[in-house]
């Protein structure tokens, strides 16, 4: 930098007429090298009249580079120019240099930043500091009140634009430009034509262009723009609003490959709803844009440059180191920590797919191979505030597994909830399932439901939030920021009546309504979506829609308008005892009073002819006050100003603390009980089963077929419409009922996906015991008390299975005390496909079936392939598979048959010492023995880039068939470098996750892994990560960068599991401790307290076994009952493992994923305590 000052000031100049160069001594001036800094500026202010003196100090100077130094060579400089002009022919000495306090601001600010003249770049980029804004609004207080600033000069001009543009950044409030609000304490009586003329001659003298609309010359907005972002909206926004606003600016800008300043302004204004209303103009819209424009350049910039674990603002920061001069934002110092958040959030986040950040459910429409369907997506990464949460204990980390719907397309846990610690008000929710994944074919009127589970504690019914069900017959969307050309994506706004700032909306609606334009052209596109029965109209103006019915009212929606936020509210029934068979309508207890909720208000009641109620088919008639009654009715919430519809419900009204309750008297006869629902008689809807109404508040039934466990029953009140209702049965003697309502037999054997949406139903407090069959200890406990969905139970079974050998191995399940036999649970449904060449036999099922056979190649485990029917039960693979590809028969997310190899040519020709062409050898042992040698290299840090990504995109894509059909997930175990290797090098927290959960599937434990593979793998992935920066950035600041790196990565794994923070800090990575642990003997008590309460645990030879194996026991285990309570030992089992004193036998790695699984808290803070103690031992 000093260089580029020096040059700066290295300037030609004549000798000055009738001056003698021989005025100081040749011996005074040459010893100016030896005087520092500030006598030579002592010496400047006494002989700065002296020409031979400065040009001595000048060369003197130039040979410095500190600070002072240049600051004393700008004003030698200034000095000896001044001393030039004074001496040239026609000079009249001090009298003829033109000086004036506007033309001196100008200079000196100039000339602070080393310059003599604008170079033509924007106004904020020459960064004003607090005195010169000070001294400038002094200088045009005073040119206004003298006249000067109404007749107008270039250098009043000058100063006026570099006052205003600043005036903008440090003190505009708003965004909406008008003249009267600038500075108007400087200009009231300055004419507006004035302005114009100083704006326009300002412009000139800084090197800066006039902006221009289609219309007109925009003379204050080039004056805003030329200022940068406004202080204030960024302190207020740069966290919310405005960060979501330039996120979704630039993910469709990515998405649709747009870099071009008109495209990027286009999308800008699109995504302008995204505001604050105050912001929704087109002056603040142009600068938004602008930013983008430059972030987007950057962006490509070190993308082109950098690498996959590099920051983009990492590289930016080394490599361009003044890459923010290029933004339109400068801010104080004090905001420049949120600004610095902004920019490299901007800059590093992923822009591609859809946004993962958040918890809630969102639904959409996705045109894919020209058709649309209905899809979810399930947001669970961020925080969630208690009131979200009643009831839920905040004592300990919750699961979620879904339910319902959400169950037939996630299995699994789909998320882990922290509660608040310390001052934290929030949970915290992180994802156990990669986010950005569409599910698609989720049905608008199905609820996004999910069971909340934890150690101890009973499961926990919740919606997530967003997820209730959409019952309106008229949906409206918008384009969603991560819609493709490929692949249109659009995103639920609202239901009913709409009004957005959105500049197109699509409304779905059914084939049979009528749309009618408010203006002409308003209806861009209507198409047909024969899925769902409806029909998609894409608006960019206001236009009406109308039922068929004849006194039907009609909705209005209108694009491109400021938004109208109002919520209709009514509070549900929740734990009634049955549920409406109807999912579009809603139950609603009377007397209930509607609540109108505004933005930023209080709810109000609705006020006149805003509510209208009917009965089906009858007349409406408006309503004020609580609503009453009973049985079906429909309510219209209408705005009498504009006389539209804003939305329509169906209501199904019942008594407060109705409830029906639903037991079975022994296998076949059951019993249902109305409680305060008095008058009101229920009848069965089936004809295989024979009913008895002893009384109308009492129905006897008795099955003559199957029971049904979800009883469709008609309610009927004693006044009004009737409504169908599904009531559970809760059986006598504990049972499994499935989805479908059919009961699990004792020996019963069925798929693990057949588990989906089953629950077990207990009439009292009961114990459920899951185990692998054959095992005589072990296994897993979960207590029944009424109904337990077994989804909870899903992961425990998968992890169960991981554990034993064959693909064909079955877990078995029953209740204790029970004396019948266990159910028994396959991870498959079918046999394998037969195969024949290159083809496979499978007979289709005759019914609706969802079951198809699908192929996987091997070389490219990402996607999976739907096969061809080639008659007579013959199905071939597609024409794109090519080398050896796995075939087996899918039913949605569940895989219902074992993988059988089919091989195709393309397989790799011999072994060509890559892991994935290992995966193709023919002879099973030396297919085996050479996949462990090549995962053994990978871990070593020797294997190719091709075979990690291999295996990462095997290991996260699964997508429901298990990890061991691929023999090199299934032998990844053999290497705890490579799975290490494997979970560090993951892209994001979605994949991360998913690699963490192959321990529910193989034959491993993290917390079991040894202490010296962690710090191997972390040390040799981190070098690896500063050697391929090195080049972008200097040796140390890829390794600072590279260390960065390995602790982002180290805070996603720590919040998967608390006790990694231990094997961190032991590998040598310095990480902070987020909470106090109990000591052991708290964690011991505790956990004996707590296994009391889940019906004990099962005696042991656990600590004699370990002492025959050398291990000491823990004084606070082995003074405890831990002969009973063999759960005591998994810590002491896992700690002893990662340190290489014990390698794991079978029963007691099911015993650790059994404690694991019901007291995580016990088994991750323990683990810290035991690695410790066996460390020292």
Not at 916 to 945: C, H, K, N
Not at 997 to 1008: G, K
């Amino acid at each position: 930098m000093a260089g580029v000052w020096r040059r700066q000031f290295h300037f030609v100049y004549m000798p000055l007429a009738g001056v003698e160069m021989g005025s100081a001594s040749e011996r005074e001036l040459s010893d100016l090298s030896r005087l520092d800094d500030g006598r030579l500026a002592e010496m400047f202010q006494q002989r700065g009249d002296d020409p031979q003196f400065l040009d001595a100090l000048n060369e003197e100077l130039k040979q410095r580079d500190s600070d002072e130094a240049i600051d004393l060579q700008i004003k030698v400089v200034r000095a000896r120019r001044a001393l030039q002009r004074a001496a040239a022919p026609g000079a009249g000495g001090a009298s003829t240099v033109r000086s004036g306090p506007v033309r001196d601001w100008l200079t000196a600010f100039l000339g602070a930043r080393n310059m003599s003249d604008p170079d033509g770049q924007a106004i904020y980029r020459y960064r004003m500091t607090d005195s010169e804004y000070e001294q400038a609004r002094k200088l045009l207080r005073h040119l206004a009140s003298s006249g000067r600033l109404a007749e107008p000069d270039v250098r009043a001009g000058a100063l006026f634009v570099a006052y205003c543009a600043e005036w903008f950044r440090r003190e505009s409030i708003s965004t909406f430009l008008r003249w009267d609000e600038l500075a108007p304490d400087l200009f009231p009586s300055v004419p507006y034509s004035s302005k114009q003329e100083l704006t326009e001659l300002g412009l000139r003298h800084w090197d800066r262009p006039l902006r221009r609309s289609e219309h007109a010359r925009e003379f204050l907005l080039t004056l805003a723009l030329e200022g940068g972002f406004p202080v204030r909206i960024l302190a207020e926004g740069a966290r919310g609003w405005l960060k979501e606003y330039l996120r979704a600016v630039m993910r469709r800008a990515i998405a649709w490959r747009v870099d071009t300043p008109e495209e990027i302004l286009v999308i800008a204004e699109e995504e302008r709803g995204r505001m604050r209303k105050s912001y929704q103009h087109d002056d603040f819209v142009a600068l938004c844009s602008e930013l983008v424009e430059r972030l987007l350049q950057l962006r490509q910039k070190a993308e082109a440059e950098g690498a996959r674990q590099i920051r983009n603002s990492a590289l930016l920061d080394s490599k361009y180191p003044g890459w923010r001069d290029e933004l339109p934002i400068y801010v104080p110092a004090e905001d420049e920590a949120l600004v610095t958040e902004l920019l490299t959030g901007l800059l590093d986040e992923r822009m591609t797919g859809l946004a993962t950040e958040g918890v809630e459910a969102r639904r959409y429409l996705v045109k894919r191979y020209g058709e649309w369907h209905p899809a979810l997506q399930l947001l669970a990464d961020g925080e969630i505030p208690p009131a979200r949460l009643p009831g839920l204990s905040a004592l300990g980390r919750v699961r979620a597994i879904p339910t319902g719907e959400l169950g037939n397309h996630v299995t699994g846990e789909v998320a882990l909830l922290e509660p608040p610690v310390g001052e934290q008000r929030r949970w915290r929710v992180r994802p156990f399932m990669r986010t950005a994944r569409l599910l698609t074919g989720f049905p608008f009127s199905a609820p996004v439901t999910a069971t909340l589970s934890s150690p101890g504690g009973a499961p926990h019914p919740w919606t997530w939030p967003r997820g209730d069900a959409l019952r309106s017959e008229m949906l409206v969307f918008r384009e969603d920021e991560g819609s493709t050309p490929n692949e249109l994506l659009l995103r639920f706004l609202r239901s009913g009546s709409v009004r957005s700032p959105v500049k197109t909306l699509y409304v779905l609606v059914p084939g049979d309504w009528a749309v009618e334009p408010a203006t002409e052209g308003a209806i861009a596109e209507t198409e047909a979506v024969e899925t769902l029965g409806c029909k998609l109209v894409r608006l960019t103006a206001a236009a009406y829609f109308r039922g068929v019915e004849s006194d039907s009212v009609r909705f209005k929606v209108e694009p491109d308008t400021e938004g109208r936020e109002q919520e209709l509210e009514l509070a549900p029934v929740i734990g009634a005892g049955f549920v409406l068979a109807d999912q579009g309508g809603e139950l609603l207890a009377t007397p209930a009073q509607p609540l109108i909720r505004e933005a930023g208000k209080q709810p109000r009641p609705p006020g006149a002819g805003e509510l209208f109620i009917r009965r089906p088919g009858g007349r409406w008639t408006q309503h004020t006050g609580p609503v009453g009654g009973a049985g079906l009715i429909e309510l219209s919430w209408r705005d009498p100003v504009a006389n539209v519809q804003i939305e329509k419900r169906q209501l199904a009204l019942v008594p407060g603390g109705a409830r029906i309750s639903g037991t079975m008297n022994d296998a076949l006869g059951g019993e249902i009980r109305l409680q305060e629902l008095p008058g009101w008689t229920a009848s069965v809807q089936m004809g295989s089963s024979a009913v008895d109404a002893a009384d109308s508040s009492a129905v006897s039934i008795r099955f003559t077929g199957r029971p049904v466990y979800r009883l469709p029953m008609t309610l009927r009140p004693p006044g009004g419409q009737p409504f169908d209702v599904i009531v559970p049965l809760v059986g006598r003697d504990a049972v499994i009922a499935l989805a479908d309502g059919s009961i699990l037999a004792p020996l019963r054997q069925v798929d693990v996906g057949a588990l989906r949406g089953a629950v077990a139903v207990a009439p009292r407090r009961t114990v459920i015991h899951l185990t692998a069959k054959g095992s005589k200890a072990g296994g897993l406990k979960a207590v029944v008390d009424g109904e337990l969905p077994l989804g909870i139970l899903r992961s425990a079974i998968d992890e169960t299975l991981a554990t034993l050998p064959g693909q064909d191995d079955l877990v078995e399940l029953d209740f204790i005390g029970d004396s019948r036999p266990p159910i028994r649970i396959s991870r498959y449904r079918h046999e394998q496909l037969a195969r024949e060449g290159s083809m496979v036999r499978w007979l289709a099922p005759s019914g609706p079936s969802g079951v198809a056979p699908v192929a996987r190649m091997i070389l490219d485990p990402r996607h999976e392939h739907a096969l061809e029917p080639a008659g007579d039960g013959a199905w071939r693979l597609p024409e794109g598979c090519m080398g050896l590809c796995l075939v087996y028969l899918r039913d949605g997310v569940d895989v219902v048959s074992r993988p059988v190899p089919v091989p195709l040519p393309g397989s790799p020709e011999g072994y060509a010492g890559s892991l994935v062409s290992a995966l193709a050898m023919p002879d099973y042992e030396e297919r085996q023995r050479t996949i462990v040698e090549a995962l053994a290299r990978l871990g070593r840090g020797e294997g190719s880039t091709d075979d990690f990504k291999w295996l990462r995109d095997a290991a996260t894509n699964l997508n429901g068939l298990p990890a061991s059909a691929f023999d090199a997930l299934k032998l990844l175990p053999s290497s705890a470098e490579t799975l290490i290797h494997l979970l560090l090098g993951a892209r994001e927290a979605g994949e991360r996750s998913s690699i963490w959960s192959l321990q529910n599937e193989l034959p491993f434990l993290w917390l079991a892994l040894p202490l010296l593979a962690w710090r191997s793998t972390m040390e040799r992935d981190c070098l690896a990560v500063a050697t391929a920066l090195e080049v972008a950035l200097g040796k140390r600041k890829a390794m600072d960068e590279a260390v960065a790196w390995l602790r982002r990565v180290c805070d996603e794994l720590i919040a998967m599991e608390p006790a990694l923070e231990a094997i961190l800090h032991m590998a040598g990575l310095p990480v902070e401790q987020a909470t106090d642990i109990p000591s052991l003997r708290d964690l011991t008590s505790g956990y004996i307290r707590g296994q009391h309460q889940r019906g004990g645990d099962s005696p042991n030879d656990l600590a004699a076994r370990l002492a025959s194996a050398g291990l000491t026991i823990p004084p606070e285990i082995e003074t405890k009952s831990h002969a009973n309570f063999a759960g005591l030992f998994a810590p002491v089992l896992l700690a002893a493992s990662a340190r290489g004193r014990l390698v794991l036998e079978h029963d007691q790695e099911l015993l650790s994923r059994r404690t694991l699984r019901e007291d995580p808290v016990y088994v991750s803070a323990a683990w810290r305590h035991l690695m410790k103690f066996y460390g020292s031992a």
